[in-house]
C-alpha cells in the first residue's frame, strides 16, 4: 500500500489543484453555500480518518443537550440505505451507519439522522422538529454547500495535517490553507501529559490566523468495560487471561498502547474502519471467549456475538487544559 502511494505521487499536484479550486469557487461565491435560521456547527478534519470526530460529536451533546433542542446529522458512511433517515435506538448500523447509531444509543433523547446530502438533511430535520434550536454536523468539514455558522477542525496529535501531503500519497483530503475556514482547531489523541512547551510548539506550528482558537485534548479510557447488561472492571481482564482484541478503526494504535501499559494480554484482529463482518468472521469470533472491542464496532457486533463474551471500551476525550473556555465558546454560539 505504501508503494503504491508513492507511484500515485505524480496524481497529488492534480488532486490539489482540483480541490483548492473548489474551495476558491466557494470562497468567491461562484459556488453557492447556503446558510441557515439555526445555528450549524461542523465538525471535520483535513485528513482522512482517525481524528476523533465522534468522541467530539459526544462531548458536544453532553455538553449541550441539557440546554436546548439540538440534533446531530451525519452522512452515515457505508450504509446500505440511501437519503434521508432518523435514526432510533433499535435502527441497524447497516442501515444508518455504525458511528450515529452510537450516538442515538447513548443520546436516546437527542435526534440522530443520517443523510449524505447535507442540506436536505438539515431541512428535513427543521421540518421534522420545528422548534430545532441546532444542528451538530459530523463529519462536515469539506461539505462546502452548506455554510455552517461555527467549524471545529480535529487533527491528530501523531499526524498533524501541517506535516501532512495531499491525497493520494498523503492523507490530506484538501489542501493546508482549508484551516483557515476553521473557528476552532483541536489536536487530539494527546498524550496526557503533553508539556507547555510542546503546545506551544504546535500553536507556532500551526500558525493561527484571526480570532482562531487552539486547544489540546486526549482520550481517557473508562476503568469498566460494557455491554448492553453488564459492567467489567478492566483489572478482571487480568484474571480472565489472554482475551480477543477487535478493532475496525482508523487508527486503533492509542487503545493497544493503553492496554500494553495494563500490562494485558491479548489477540489483536484489526479488520478496516468501518468493517462489515461477514459470516465467516461472525463464526470466528463467535468462538473465542471473551472479546472485548470498540464502542463504534459493539454497535455492528452485538447483534450477532453472545452477549457474555462480548464487552467494549468506553472512551471520552477530555480536555488537558482551558476546558472551560471551549465550552463557553460552543455555548456562546450555539
Known sequence: MKLLRLILFPIVPIYYIITWLRNKMYDLNIFKSKAYRIPILAVGNLSVGGTGKSPMIEYLLRLLKNEMEIATLS?????ETKGFQLVNTTSLAKDVGDEPLQFKQKFP????????????????????????????????????????????????????????????????????????????IVVTKCPQNLSIEDQNGIRNQMKLIGNQSLFFSTIEYASNLRNDEHQLKIEELKRK????????????????????????????LNYPDHYHFTKTDLEELNSKETIVTTEKDYVRLASSLKQDCLWYQPIEIRFISEEDKFNQLIKEIM
Do not use: C, W
Open 241 to 268: 487471561g489472554r482475551f480477543t482484541l477487535v478493532t475496525g478503526i482508523a487508527n486503533p494504535t492509542p487503545l493497544l498502547e493503553y492496554y500494553d501499559s495494563l500490562g494485558l494480554s491479548y489477540e489483536h
Open 109 to 184: 433523547n437527542v435526534m440522530v439522522a443520517v443523510d449524505a446530502d447535507r442540506r436536505n438533511g438539515i431541512a428535513n430535520l427543521m421540518k421534522e422538529n420545528p422548534n430545532l434550536k441546532g444542528i451538530l454536523l459530523d463529519d462536515a468539514y469539506q461539505h462546502r454547500k452548506v455554510k455552517a455558522g461555527f467549524y471545529i477542525l480535529l487533527t491528530a496529535y501523531y499526524d498533524l495535517y501541517t506535516n501532512d501531503i495531499m491525497l493520494p500519497t498523503g492523507n490530506l483530503r484538501e489542501p493546508r490553507q482549508g484551516a483557515e475556514r476553521a473557528n476552532v
Open 75 to 79: 452522512r452515515g458512511y457505508k450504509r
